[in-house]
């Protein structure tokens, strides 16, 4: 069982609709944060969020933090063919945890 | 900067068979990680570092060891390798951001080693 559970697992859209994902614990992070990854490569961090109800916004992103510091989201909108990659939320301070991660697809 | 980098790129290995893979970083960073990638598994870490002459265990540290060699260096080492660790190894490295008490880490990673053991 992962300790970040990530969803959907796969997200297949048209460029130009919006979309969530979800990433969610039964354990309380003092942090928790998103990566995007893309084929042959490592995970590039996008966000880190730290105080609970916390809204991070980067271009047509949106990252939100629970009040209870367990589970956070990720709303695109608007979604773009370079958006495609794997989405990835990650907790925890040295012995950090990740989840299994969202793939997402957006098609011209 | 080159950043995080990661040597070999590629490796097949047969079963029993032992490597090392190495890892270095640029940016003084006191932190370094290894990871393995498996699908539908994300990252799970296997060892990590926070400073320079100390290394801890991971979420699946069996079968494999460890080495910070300095502060720019830590490399992973299979003893023997067996199938299960067929995998794709990234290493990381971070800095914490900022000095306040919730400042956090940014961990940068490397293009990753992609292992199959036969």
């Known amino acids: 069982t992962q300790l970040l559970e990530q969803s959907p697992q796969f997200l297949s859209i048209q460029e130009g609709e919006n979309l969530t994902v979800y990433c969610n614990s039964s354990s309380v992070f003092s942090s928790l944060q998103w990566y995007r990854q893309e084929p042959g490569e490592g995970p590039v961090l996008l966000v880190t969020?730290?105080?609970?109800?916390e809204v991070k916004k980067l271009k047509r992103l949106t990252f939100q933090f629970g009040d209870a510091r367990k589970d956070s989201s990720l709303h695109i909108t608007a979604a773009q063919p370079g958006d495609t990659g794997l989405y990835l939320c990650?907790?925890?301070?040295?012995?950090?945890?990740f989840g299994a991660g969202t793939r997402l697809t957006v098609k011209p | 900067n080159a950043g995080v980098t990661q040597t070999p790129k590629f490796q097949v290995l047969k079963t029993g068979q032992s490597m090392t893979l190495q890892c270095a970083q640029d940016?003084?960073?006191?932190?370094m990680y290894w990871y393995r990638q498996d699908p539908g598994m994300g990252l799970r870490l296997i060892y990590y570092s926070a400073s320079e002459g100390t290394t801890d265990k991971g979420e699946v540290p069996n079968g494999y060891n460890v080495s910070r060699l300095n502060k720019r260096e830590f490399s992973l080492r299979l003893e023997s390798a067996a199938p299960s660790q067929t995998s794709v190894y990234f290493c990381?490295?971070?800095?914490?951001?900022?000095?306040?008490?919730?400042?956090?880490?940014?961990?940068?990673f490397g293009p990753g080693t992609r292992l199959t053991v036969l």
């Open positions: 990650a907790g925890g301070l040295n012995d950090m945890r």
């Open positions: 969020v730290v105080t609970g109800g």
């Open positions: 940016m003084n960073h006191n932190s």
């Open positions: 990381a490295s971070s800095g914490r951001q900022g000095l306040s008490p919730a400042s956090t880490d940014t961990q940068y």
